[in-house]
C-alpha cells in the first residue's frame, strides 16, 4: 500500500517557522526555491534564490543566479522589497525602459511593475504584471497580466555567515 503525505518535510519545517515565528526571528536570511512556469507548450524551470534585507543590506532576488537589480544603458530594474507577511512572501520589482529603436520601429520609454505573492507552503506562485509603455507595451499591450507557477524550497532555509 502506497503512503500517502499531506506535507514534505521540508513544506512542514517551513509552515512552522511561518506560523510560529518570522523567518527574521529566526535568524534566517536566505530562501531558495526550485520554480516551475508552463504556458502553453512551453516549460521552463528556474532556482530563484531570495535575500533578506537586514541592517544596511536591501533584499536581493537572483534567478539562476542572475540578480535581479540590474541597471544599463536601456533601463534600470530594481527589487524593491521582500515582505514576509504570513504565510506569504511578497516580492514587488520596477523596471523602466528607455526609448528604442529595434529593426527601424521607434518604441517610447515603458515601465513595468510585478508584485508576486509566494506561499512556500503550497508553493503556489501568482506574479501580477503591470506593463505601461515601451516594446512590451506595444507588442504584448498595456495592461495588468496574471500568471501562476509553482515553487518548491530547494534546500531549508539559513543565515548567512
Not at 30 to 56: D, P
Not at 63 to 81: A, E, I, N, P
Not at 106 to 129: C, F
Amino acid at each position: 500500500m502506497k503512503e500517502t503525505r499531506l506535507l514534505s518535510p521540508m513544506r512542514l519545517l517551513v509552515f512552522i517557522l511561518m506560523t510560529f515565528s518570522s523567518f527574521a526571528a529566526w535568524g534566517i536570511d536566505v530562501l531558495e526555491f526550485n520554480c516551475k512556469r508552463a504556458e502553453k507548450n512551453y516549460t521552463e524551470e528556474y532556482e530563484m534564490k531570495m535575500m533578506l534585507a537586514s541592517g544596511t543590506q536591501k533584499a536581493k532576488l537572483f534567478l539562476d543566479g542572475r540578480d535581479l537589480d540590474q541597471s544599463d544603458m536601456y533601463g534600470t530594474q530594481v527589487v524593491k522589497s521582500i515582505v514576509l507577511a504570513r504565510p506569504n512572501i511578497l516580492i514587488t520589482i520596477e523596471a523602466s525602459f528607455q526609448p528604442e529603436e529595434l529593426m527601424g520601429v521607434s518604441y517610447p520609454a515603458g515601465t513595468v511593475l510585478t508584485n508576486i505573492t509566494l506561499d512556500p507552503v503550497t508553493g503556489k506562485l501568482k506574479k501580477v504584471e503591470k506593463i505601461q509603455g515601451g516594446i512590451l507595451g506595444a507588442t504584448i499591450g498595456n495592461g495588468t497580466y496574471t500568471s501562476e507557477e509553482t515553487c518548491s524550497l530547494a534546500k531549508t532555509p539559513y543565515k548567512i555567515k
